[in-house]
């Protein structure tokens, strides 16, 4: 069992099993705008903020839109599927109760749009679990940057060295770690081919929520 009295949860492909929704939704954004997209563009906005697609789409494609409006565009495409669609990862619910049973604090940080967060978590019940939720865009950064894990932190008012971070990107492991937090890294195919990576960056490491209830029962 990893002793801890707080705990920051990633959203997409951590809690939630919606990482597929995400592979395509850059270049098909850009394509319903009449524009046709490299085919670099997926995996560039992977570690980005929707800020930081916004200036993405309009220096490189020259897209004649607001960020308001890009923002409202890729949400209306994924907004169904967060509603009414979306499921929990397995296991996850247990290890949210088992938590929230042992006094452990905790909130959500994603770069999700909060609306989309909150449909999709209390549709599968989890939503009371967590004290407050953070997003990228609220915060004004992405996961390449610290803030969101520290205004997390603020937020939930346990120590730096009591709190644990759960994550399954690369790029926000790295982030997280350079920071200080205690990482769990979660498996997700999404990140198929920086598993290595990631198990060697991360504290914990667990291929799913199942096998985190096994070990820490």
């Known amino acids: 069992m990893i002793n801890f009295k707080g705990a920051i949860f990633d959203l997409d492909g951590t809690l939630l099993n919606s990482m597929p929704i995400w592979e395509t939704v850059a270049s098909d954004f850009l394509v319903k705008q009449g524009i046709t997209p ?3 563009v997926n995996e560039a906005v992977r570690s980005m903020s929707i800020q930081q697609v916004c200036a993405l789409f309009c220096s490189e494609y020259g897209l004649p839109l607001s960020n308001e409006d890009i923002i409202d565009g890729i949400n209306k495409m994924v907004e169904d599927f967060y509603f009414h ?3 929990l990862k397995s296991g996850v619910a247990e290890a949210l109760a088992r938590l929230k049973n ?3 604090k905790m909130c959500v940080a994603t770069a999700t749009d909060r609306y989309l967060v909150e449909a999709a978590l209390r549709r599968n019940k989890v939503l009371q679990y967590f004290d407050r939720i953070f ?4 915060v004004g950064a992405g996961k390449d940057q610290p803030d969101i894990y520290l ?3 603020d937020a939930l008012g346990t120590d730096l060295a009591d709190t644990v971070v759960f994550e399954d990107a690369l790029y926000a492991i790295r982030t997280a770690k350079e920071t200080g937090f205690i990482v769990a890294a979660l498996y997700d195919t999404s990140a ?4 290595n990576a990631i198990k060697k960056l991360a504290d914990y490491y667990f291929t799913s929520f199942v096998e985190w209830n096994k070990r820490d029962a």
Request: charged letters at 35%.
């Open 151 to 153: 205004r997390a932190l």
């Open 192 to 195: 198929d081919e920086k598993q």
């Open 85 to 87: 669609q979306v499921p």
């Open 38 to 40: 490299g085919a670099e």
């Open 135 to 138: 997003t990228c865009t609220e």
């Open 102 to 104: 042992r006094g452990v």
